[in-house]
């Protein structure tokens, strides 16, 4: 994710020593919390952004979602 505000050569989060599980530390990211981060990146709100798909208005960061603030620069 270089470029785009976030800060180089940062680590977010941590897991075991097998990568398996992950280690409580107040930085865990879900799927949606990276896309929300992403979208963030970009300039576009994830919460506004919605699609249709089947009759059924969808975000990509589902009802949750959080932007980490920890990682711009």
């Known amino acids: 994710m ?3 505000g976030i ?3 940062l680590t977010w989060g941590s897991t075991d020593e097998f ?3 992950y ?3 107040g930085q865990e990211m879900h799927v949606h919390d990276l896309h929300a981060t992403m979208l963030a990146a970009f300039g576009i709100d994830h919460e506004k952004l919605i699609y249709r798909f089947q009759g059924r208005d969808f975000r ?3 009802v949750s979602g ?3 603030r920890g990682i711009f620069a």
């Open 60 to 62: 990509l960061t589902d």
């Open 66 to 68: 959080k932007i980490a």
């Open 7 to 9: 800060r180089g050569g």
């Open 2 to 4: 270089a470029g785009g």
């Open 23 to 25: 280690i409580e530390d």
């Open 19 to 21: 990568g398996y599980r």
